[in-house]
């Protein structure tokens, strides 16, 4: 229903909310991300935490799935710097999927890069490149094709409505 899919575009303060607007986030909200895996190794002298092992990685409406995350962190602050996912990395929000072999989201430049066959799909349209970068606050995107390769990019306009005789 229509109604069904406005409440989908809105926040919880209901504010519409661009499809952009949070590109893949870990990096623009504030939420607490929850992560499940089959280990986790801290290192003080690195400041990183490795999660390895069927990756789970939960923030508000965006789920990670990835064989490895690191999170970057500052040892001063213990601010998020960047979390790095790698190996078969698939990322869902609403409608929106992504899949690339290496995801990686800088706090403070606000940008997710996904590297490696990405592909992102949103409803039926499809985009795949060797790279594309997420400027999350800048609202915009670049792809990237490989040495040999091309971006491909395929939009399918909506359906046209039925008049009413």
Not at 48 to 63: L, M, P, R, W, Y
């Amino acid at each position: 229903s229509t109604e069904a899919q406005e409440k989908k575009g809105m926040t919880r303060g209901g504010e519409r909310k661009s499809r952009t607007d949070t590109g893949f986030g870990f990096t623009a909200s504030r939420a607490p991300i929850d992560i499940t895996s089959d280990t986790v190794e801290a290192d003080q002298k690195q400041n990183t935490v490795t999660f390895k092992g069927s990756v789970v990685a939960k923030q508000e409406d965006i789920t990670l799935y990835a064989n490895t995350l690191v999170v970057h962190y500052d040892p001063d602050t213990q601010r998020l710097k960047e979390i790095v996912a790698s190996g078969n990395v698939k990322l869902i929000q609403l409608e929106r999927r992504a899949t690339s072999q290496k995801a990686t989201f800088q706090q403070d430049e606000n940008r997710v890069v996904l590297d490696g066959e990405a592909v992102v799909w949103e409803g039926e349209n499809v985009i795949r490149g060797e790279r594309i970068t997420f400027y999350v606050e800048e609202e915009r995107s670049i792809v990237e094709s490989g040495k040999e390769g091309r971006v491909s990019t395929r939009i399918t306009p909506p359906p046209r409505e039925e008049t009413k005789k």
